[in-house]
């Protein structure tokens, strides 16, 4: 056998650390991934690695460490450089940048999802209330092209000369499933957000007192962009429809749980979906994806 490459040995410790970021950091979107064939899992990973790191920068370790806006702005510019520049050559001495890159090398993408992801964590650093415009760009920034970054890998075992077709007919749903998980997001953080970030993302929504009103219309733009989404998921490959489902059946839940809750209660508590629920729900999403591909 022959020897393994210095290369090939800096690889596989980037994606053990990005394996480890993704099981100290969520609970949920590990069971999901653990649903994926190998290849798939250590890319999907990837990707989250580099999403939570960018967030540390800009909502957590910066600050806690002593760093104000200034420093954590120079240090995700830095990390989007470093970033770019790895999926350009193929190496960074960040593990976890290397890894993405890895990632973005493989599944055919750069700067066209790379660049939008950072403007949106830059946008945390410089404003604290969105109109709709600057709502839809965070959002599109933040999670929808995490989305897409996603659907390029899933569809890497599709041949090649339909892939882009692939790709372009399934992007709708993977830019709503996106959306409708950060807004069920804002809305089981609205309370965290606002107290510890002092931001709000919903339009005209003072998070200190969200009406039943609000709520409703909130809940009701999530619906629709989980409808769209429910309707690619059957079309995703075998492995990823079975992993989407989980992820998606999680956030449904919690979206049941947060229509549950009054509006009075979501402004100052987080709402949870226990563990035995989240095995539950894991378990019927499997059984509703149980499918012939």
């Keep these: ?42 890319h999907i990973r990837n990707v ?26 120079r240090l995700l510019d830095r990390l989007e450089e470093e970033a770019l520049e790895a999926v350009e050559v193929g190496y960074s ?11 973005a090398r493989t599944a055919g993408f750069g700067a066209d999802l790379t660049v939008p992801f950072f403007a949106s964590m830059r946008m945390d650093l410089e404003q604290t209330a969105h109109d709709a415009a600057s709502l839809a760009a965070y959002i599109y920034g933040s999670a929808e092209v ?18 882009d077709a692939r790709y372009a007919e ?23 957000d606002a107290d510890r970030l002092g931001r709000s993302y919903f339009v005209d929504v003072d998070p200190a007192h969200l009406t039943e009103e609000q709520k409703a219309e909130i809940l009701a733009d999530i619906d629709t962009d989980l409808r769209v989404a429910a309707t690619a998921l059957p079309q995703l490959p075998r492995p990823a429809r079975r992993a989407v489902g989980v992820a998606y059946g999680l ?6 749980r947060l229509a549950a809750t009054p509006a ?9 979906v226990p563990g035995p ?9 499997l059984r509703a994806t149980a499918v012939p591909a």
């Design 48 to 73: 989250y690695a580099l999403v939570r790191l960018a967030d540390e920068v800009v909502d957590g370790a910066t600050a806690e460490a002593g760093g104000d806006v200034t420093t954590a702005r």
């Design 264 to 272: 009075v209660e979501i402004a100052r508590t987080r709402i949870r």
């Design 251 to 256: 956030f449904a839940e919690l979206t049941s």
């Design 170 to 192: 399934l992007t709708p749903g993977a830019r709503a499933l996106g959306a409708a998980f950060q807004k069920i997001n804002f809305l089981r953080d609205l309370a965290d």
């Design 1 to 42: 056998m022959p020897p393994v490459s210095r290369l090939d040995l800096y690889d596989a410790v980037a994606e053990r650390s990005a394996d480890l970021v993704v099981r100290e950091y969520s609970t949920s979107f590990g069971l999901a991934t653990r649903l994926l064939d190998a290849r798939s899992r250590t």
């Design 277 to 285: 629920v989240k095995l539950r729900v894991a378990a019927q999403a």
């Design 93 to 103: 001495t960040n593990v976890l940048v290397h890894a993405y890159a890895r990632t």
């Design 146 to 163: 995490v989305g897409l970054m996603c659907l390029r890998v899933f569809l890497l075992d599709e041949p090649a000369a339909v892939r």
